[in-house]
């Protein structure tokens, strides 16, 4: 049995919660358009026969400007440590550049195998691609180079073989059926915030969170956060139709994830400066 680590490292909307889900076979990390999405190093399990590859999803680099955000910045540079390799996510869609470089310089600077996955290659013409390619790979000294489409999964099952050769002989970490660390709680927080940042405008999705309320067999209450009066009547929407559309939204998904039909509420809620407030984040698993 083959078993180990690896991080995902790249900037912020890369795709890299994405590039997980592909790997591991299923929903594993929310997704949005909105950067900061991923706000705490989620472990995704890809299992098979004679292997298991646990993913390290991470919020993207970036410069801390609150609480929230330095214990983000935290959890990445603390990921790093004993993973057997780093898959190094760009996005073939975009420049590489500045931002790029700088985290190149991070992991290629640990000592162990990066992979870099160029993502989004889909409905790319082959001549851009190959010129991403060649940028990519003067990044520096890469273990493997692989142009991959996340969300159409070419070049996803080449990536896993490239990344399970990478693992030692080892024990199972997780449950062979086990596709997160992530509670059954945290996961259900996770898909409604998932919605309420896709249904939101630009100036909410980094103010908003989800925070478990009450917890039943067949009862699901849970309060989206915001901070501001005015968040709040975005999120809620005119007659409540923005918090409804929310719930409607993942009430699908979290019966999927339990398996079983559910009453689901939310209500939206102003706690101001969360984002600044150490029990609170505390409190959300942050």
Request: aromatic share 6%; charged share 25%; hydrophobic share 45%.
């Amino acid at each position: 049995m083959r078993s180990g680590f690896a991080a995902i490292a790249g900037r912020p909307n890369v795709g890299k919660s994405t590039l997980v889900n592909a790997l591991c076979g299923g929903k594993v990390a929310i997704v949005s358009d909105k950067p900061q999405t991923t706000r705490r190093r989620i472990f995704g399990i890809a299992n098979g026969d004679d292997y298991q590859l646990v993913l390290a999803d991470l919020p993207g680099f970036q410069r801390p400007l609150d609480a929230l955000t330095e214990r983000m910045q935290r959890t990445v540079d603390a990921a790093f440590e004993d993973v057997e390799g780093v898959v190094f996510v760009l996005s073939a869609r975009e420049r590489i550049g500045a931002g790029d470089r700088f985290i190149a310089q991070r992991v290629f600077a640990l000592g162990v195998p990066v992979v870099i996955a160029l993502n989004k290659v889909d409905r790319l013409k082959g001549g851009h691609i190959a010129q991403q390619m060649n940028a990519a790979a003067r990044l520096g000294n890469f273990h493997a180079l692989h142009p991959v489409s996340a969300k159409t999964g070419d070049g996803i099952g080449q990536l896993r073989e490239e990344l399970v050769a990478l693992l030692p002989e080892g024990p199972l970490y997780f449950p062979q059926e086990q596709r997160t660390d992530l509670s059954v709680e945290m996961q259900i927080a996770e898909l409604i915030r998932e919605k309420a940042l896709w249904l939101t405008r630009d100036e909410v999705p980094h103010a908003i969170s989800v925070e478990i309320e009450e917890f039943a067999d067949k009862v699901l209450r849970a309060h989206v956060l915001v901070e501001t009066d005015s968040q709040k009547q975005i999120v809620v929407g005119k007659g409540g139709s923005v918090i409804k559309e929310i719930g409607t939204k993942a009430r699908p998904e979290i019966e999927h994830l339990l398996g079983h039909p559910i009453y689901l509420e939310l209500m939206v809620k102003v706690r101001p400066h969360w984002r600044r407030n150490e029990a609170t984040l505390e409190r959300l698993g942050l």
